[in-house]
Structures are given as structure tokens and as C-alpha cells.
């Protein structure tokens, strides 16, 4: 009875947040964006507050995928439904998979939108797919196994700021990750993605630190030092033991097993590869005036990779050709798509920004 009361009052919240942020309807536009993945294809595919997925094509086009019906529903394209779109993730066919508060959406290639495991129950509950539940999961990645994990609140409300890591099988069993005898803590998680060979990476974002967790539960870390200093740590470059991470947020991991991270509060774009932490993107002047660890100023600039500027970047994805897209706010509520090419430019892909007149979020040519 008390995490059914739990469970409806954690609703009645979130449905009132949204309520009261007077997100716009939005059609083909997109905003407050928070994941991005892309297809063999080369389409990108970008999740929001509009509870909407948007679709980007190789050239920059944005259209409606899916959503925009009744919260929660089931179905295709525009007649299906969200409650909370967070996280995204792609497998090697096409499929997406949504984190959607408390349950994950499965979307196939032709926008045929499933409910793959939790309901409108919130609670933190293992089990058989149909019978687990989740608080309000944020972060999602696939491996090639087809075993999917979650960030997912600690406890309802996660005030501590604690998140647990929910793992989803094939079988459909949902289990929460432990440390020991207990469930791994994670506070504050911002990226998540899997390796080639099944292995998780979590940006521990108040840790300062990218934590690996093998498939049999082993747990290390892959750069940064974790939980090393009281405040945030302040950026050095160098090998994955000197080297020194501030806020590692969105993450992606490419085919040859390179890392690539964003930072909001530097503003960059970081590359973790032959056992080296370097910038790829982005610039800007360290001011440590108002904190101890210092942060980079944000700014927008397109051109040459180092020289370019970031504001808060997020969600970060790549495709087949080797370009990274990054979500990036550009003082626009995160609704630009920043594209870095393998040849060192930085350019914006595909931009909305409100139109007082429309009162919607609205492409830029």
C-alpha cells in the first residue's frame, strides 16, 4: 500500500513538472534534448522534453518518428506515445530503446512503438520483465548481446542524489547491480554505453571519474580519480592514470573501442584512446572565480575543432563515416546538433530556436 501511495504521488509530480514548464506541442522540432543515437543509415535520432522522438536525415532534416499521442500508449509513429523521454539507444538493427520514466520503449525501424519492461507503477522492484519496476530511469545503452541497462533512481524522489544500475537479459529478467553485498551506488550518472565486448561505462559525473563494469560484475575505473577530491576536479590531460576529468557527462564508444566524452562544465568534447586523455573540441577561457575547480565559458562557434565553442554540451553519438554529433544548449534550451568530422571541424547540423510568434521550437536553416 505505501509504494502504491509512493508510486501515485511520483506521477501526480511529474505530470505537474510538466504541466508547469509549459513545454510547447511540438511537431518536428525538438528541445531540452537529452540522448542521441544514430542508425546504419545515418539518421539520427534525438529525445527531449517534448516526449517526442525526432528524426535527423544525412542532411540535416528534422521529422516527427514517433509520439506524440496519449502518454504511454503503444503503437506507430505519431499515434504512440511517451511519458518521460530520457535516454536513447540503438542495436545493431535499427531498434531503439527509450528510457521512459518508469518503463523502456522499444521503437523498430518502421516506428512500431512497444512497451519492453516496467508499467505506470514506479517503485524499485527485480523480477520477471512484466512484474519489475523502475523509480524514473534517465540513462539506457544496449550491448551486443541484446542485455540493456539503466540508470535508475536509488530511491524515490533521489534526493540523495543515488542512482542503481537496473540490467535487463534477454530472458527478460530484471536485476539491480551490486557492489559487494549491496547495490552499486552511483550518485548523479550522466552517460552510459557498452563496448564490443559487453563491458558497461558510466560517467560518474560527481565522481569525477568514468567507472568499466565487466559482464561478470567486475568493477574498475577507465580515467579520472574517483571520488579524489571534495569539489570538482579541475582538467589535466595525460595518461588514464595522470589524467584528471571535471564533469564528464554524454559518452559514446566507436567501433575500434575509442571513448569520447563530453564535458558541461568545460564545454568540450574528450577522447579516451591508447591509454591517453585529450580535448578533440572545443575552447575557452577557465574562470575560477566562482569555484575552486574553475569552468570553462560556453559560447558557439563553428570552425576548426580546438577552436570552436560549446555551450554545456550533452548527449553524444557517432556514425559509419566517423562524425560525432553533439547535443549542444548554444543558449537555445539544447536544441542545436553539432557535428565534429573526422577532418577536425566543428559545424552546426541541424538547429531549432523558439519562435515567439509560433510559440514553438521551429528548424533554422
Same mark, same amino acid.
Request: hydrophobic residues 35%; aromatic residues 8%; positive net charge.
Given at each position: 500500500?505505501?509504494?502504491?501511495?509512493?508510486?501515485? &504521488?511520483?506521477?501526480?509530480?511529474?505530470?505537474?513538472? $510538466?504541466?508547469?514548464?509549459?513545454?510547447?506541442?511540438?511537431?518536428?522540432?525538438?528541445?531540452?534534448?537529452?540522448?542521441?543515437?544514430?542508425?546504419?543509415?545515418?539518421?539520427?535520432?534525438? +529525445?527531449?522534453?517534448?516526449?517526442?522522438?525526432?528524426?535527423?536525415?544525412?542532411?540535416?532534416?528534422?521529422?516527427?518518428?514517433?509520439?506524440?499521442?496519449?502518454?504511454?500508449?503503444?503503437?506507430?509513429?505519431?499515434?504512440?506515445?511517451?511519458?518521460?523521454?530520457?535516454?536513447?539507444?540503438?542495436?545493431?538493427?535499427?531498434?531503439?530503446?527509450?528510457?521512459?520514466?518508469?518503463?523502456?520503449?522499444?521503437?523498430?525501424?518502421?516506428?512500431?512503438?512497444?512497451?519492453?519492461?516496467?508499467?505506470?507503477?514506479?517503485?524499485?522492484?527485480?523480477?520477471?520483465?512484466?512484474?519489475?519496476?523502475?523509480?524514473?530511469?534517465?540513462?539506457?545503452?544496449?550491448?551486443?548481446?541484446?542485455?540493456?541497462?539503466?540508470?535508475?533512481?536509488?530511491?524515490?524522489?533521489?534526493?540523495?542524489?543515488?542512482?542503481?544500475?537496473?540490467?535487463?537479459? !534477454?530472458?527478460?529478467?530484471?536485476?539491480?547491480?551490486?557492489?559487494?553485498?549491496?547495490?552499486?551506488?552511483?550518485?548523479?550518472?550522466?552517460?552510459?554505453? &557498452?563496448?564490443?565486448?559487453?563491458?558497461?561505462?558510466?560517467?560518474?559525473?560527481? /565522481?569525477?571519474?568514468? $567507472?568499466?563494469?565487466?559482464?561478470?560484475?567486475?568493477?574498475?575505473?577507465?580515467?579520472?580519480? &574517483?571520488?579524489?577530491?571534495?569539489?570538482?576536479?579541475?582538467?589535466?590531460?595525460? +595518461?588514464?592514470?595522470?589524467?584528471?576529468?571535471?564533469?564528464?557527462?554524454?559518452?559514446?564508444?566507436?567501433?575500434?573501442?575509442?571513448?569520447?566524452?563530453?564535458?558541461?562544465?568545460?564545454?568540450?568534447?574528450?577522447?579516451?584512446?591508447?591509454?591517453?586523455?585529450?580535448?578533440?573540441?572545443?575552447?575557452? $577561457?577557465?574562470?575560477?572565480? /566562482?569555484?575552486?575547480?574553475?569552468?570553462?565559458?560556453?559560447?558557439?562557434?563553428?570552425?576548426?575543432?580546438?577552436?570552436? !565553442?560549446?555551450?554545456?554540451?550533452?548527449?553524444?553519438?557517432?556514425?559509419?563515416?566517423?562524425?560525432?554529433?553533439?547535443?549542444?544548449?548554444?543558449?537555445?534550451?539544447?536544441?542545436?546538433?553539432?557535428?565534429?568530422?573526422?577532418?577536425?571541424?566543428?559545424?552546426?547540423? &541541424?538547429?531549432?530556436?523558439?519562435?515567439?510568434?509560433? /510559440?514553438?521550437?521551429?528548424?533554422?536553416?
Amino acid at each position: 500500500m505505501k509504494n502504491t501511495i509512493l508510486s501515485g &504521488c511520483l506521477i501526480l509530480l511529474l505530470s505537474v513538472y $510538466k504541466l508547469s514548464a509549459q513545454t510547447p506541442k511540438l511537431t518536428a522540432a525538438f528541445a531540452a534534448s537529452f540522448g542521441i543515437v544514430a542508425d546504419s543509415k545515418g539518421n539520427l535520432f534525438v +529525445t527531449g522534453k517534448n516526449n517526442k522522438i525526432i528524426m535527423i536525415n544525412p542532411s540535416g532534416k528534422a521529422s516527427l518518428f514517433a509520439g506524440g499521442a496519449r502518454q504511454g500508449k503503444d503503437g506507430k509513429g505519431k499515434d504512440a506515445g511517451f511519458i518521460d523521454t530520457e535516454g536513447i539507444a540503438i542495436d545493431a538493427a535499427d531498434n531503439l530503446y527509450i528510457a521512459d520514466g518508469t518503463s523502456i520503449r522499444k521503437i523498430s525501424p518502421d516506428a512500431v512503438v512497444t512497451t519492453i519492461a516496467g508499467s505506470r507503477t514506479a517503485a524499485l522492484k527485480d523480477g520477471d520483465r512484466l512484474t519489475a519496476a523502475f523509480w524514473n530511469m534517465e540513462n539506457i545503452a544496449i550491448d551486443n548481446n541484446g542485455t540493456i541497462y539503466v540508470t535508475d533512481y536509488a530511491q524515490a524522489g533521489a534526493s540523495t542524489g543515488d542512482y542503481c544500475i537496473r540490467k535487463i537479459g !534477454r530472458d527478460g529478467s530484471v536485476t539491480t547491480l551490486q557492489d559487494g553485498n549491496n547495490n552499486l551506488l552511483i550518485k548523479y550518472p550522466r552517460g552510459l554505453a &557498452c563496448d564490443a565486448a559487453g563491458n558497461l561505462y558510466v560517467n560518474a559525473s560527481v /565522481s569525477h571519474c568514468i $567507472k568499466k563494469i565487466t559482464p561478470s560484475g567486475e568493477i574498475s575505473t577507465v580515467a579520472g580519480h &574517483c571520488d579524489k577530491t571534495k569539489f570538482n576536479s579541475v582538467y589535466r590531460e595525460g +595518461t588514464v592514470s595522470t589524467a584528471v576529468l571535471t564533469n564528464p557527462s554524454g559518452i559514446c564508444i566507436t567501433s575500434n573501442g575509442e571513448i569520447f566524452i563530453t564535458d558541461s562544465r568545460l564545454h568540450r568534447v574528450i577522447k579516451i584512446a591508447n591509454g591517453k586523455v585529450s580535448t578533440v573540441a572545443g575552447t575557452g $577561457k577557465m574562470n575560477f572565480s /566562482s569555484n575552486p575547480a574553475g569552468s570553462a565559458e560556453p559560447g558557439y562557434a563553428d570552425g576548426k575543432a580546438l577552436a570552436a !565553442r560549446f555551450d554545456a554540451p550533452g548527449g553524444i553519438t557517432y556514425d559509419r563515416n566517423g562524425n560525432l554529433y553533439i547535443i549542444d544548449r548554444s543558449s537555445s534550451n539544447n536544441s542545436y546538433i553539432r557535428k565534429l568530422s573526422p577532418d577536425g571541424m566543428v559545424t552546426t547540423f &541541424c538547429k531549432h530556436e523558439w519562435n515567439p510568434k509560433t /510559440s514553438q521550437y521551429e528548424e533554422v536553416e
